[in-house]
């Protein structure tokens, strides 16, 4: 069964900081991996997708990474700002056959606070 | 606007009354599919579709139906609804073609509450 783990659960950072999230997935065949950014109470936005082929997509403030051959994809956000807080998830694409065509496997997330 | 609804946003019910959530997409996207999210669990898929009249199960699928009889529209069914059905519900899309290159799209999800 594909596993997707994010650490830290939660992370508090003073504003100006860089950081880094973490995502590990447990199957290296991994077709695509997409970060989105959750605010209480509402729906999922999505910041950066890195496809299989690629090893990183850059917007703004943000970059992902994706190193399939060790399982990890980070997240880097380049001086946070209050804003930033909310809870991040990656989600993989994972699998083979016709299911992978659309199903995601989801991190249990990570609780970004950014405080002035 | 390109975006995903679904209606209602928030909905308490009483075990064993049927309802309907409803999810609409405006972006011609052949892939819909829907998930629930729960504290500690996170997000999982229920069911999905991968065009119009063609259905199956996600991971969670128990409870639930689905339709797909226009491309815009993917409802959620519970025929009789349980406590254990109280969750946040969230529908996608993304349009099939080049393998995975296509980032998902959500909804703005749905609170369910089944007392």
């Known amino acids: 069964k594909q596993e997707v783990t994010q650490i830290p659960a939660a992370l508090s950072v003073p504003e100006g900081e860089n950081l880094v999230l973490n995502c590990s997935f447990t199957?290296?065949?991994?077709?695509?991996l997409q970060w989105f950014r959750q605010d209480p109470g509402k729906g999922l936005t999505s910041l950066l997708l890195?496809?299989?082929?690629?090893r990183e997509q850059t917007s703004g403030r943000l970059n992902a990474s994706l190193d399939k051959s060790s399982g990890r994809s980070t997240l880097y956000i380049a001086a946070s700002q209050p804003g930033d807080s909310a809870t991040y998830l990656c989600a993989g694409a994972l699998g083979a056959g016709g299911t992978s065509y659309g199903k995601l496997t989801f991190g249990q997330g990570t609780i970004l606070t950014v405080h002035p | 606007e390109a975006q995903v609804t679904q209606n209602p946003r928030y909905l308490i019910t009483v075990t064993g009354k049927k309802l309907t959530v409803t999810c609409s997409q405006n972006m011609n996207h052949e892939y819909m599919s829907w998930y629930r999210q729960d504290p500690g669990l996170g997000l999982r898929q229920i069911y999905y579709s991968m065009n119009v009249e063609v259905t199956d199960k996600g991971d969670v699928p128990e409870g639930y139906k689905v339709s797909r009889k226009e491309k815009r529209n993917f409802p959620l069914i519970l025929e009789s609804p349980s406590p254990n059905q109280t969750s946040l519900y969230f529908c996608?899309?993304?349009?099939?073609?080049?393998?995975?290159?296509?980032?998902?799209?959500f909804g703005p999800g749905t609170r369910l509450t089944v007392t």
């Open positions: 199957d290296s065949a991994i077709y695509n």
């Open positions: 890195i496809q299989s082929s690629q």
């Open positions: 996608a899309s993304r349009p099939l073609g080049r393998e995975l290159a296509y980032e998902q799209y």
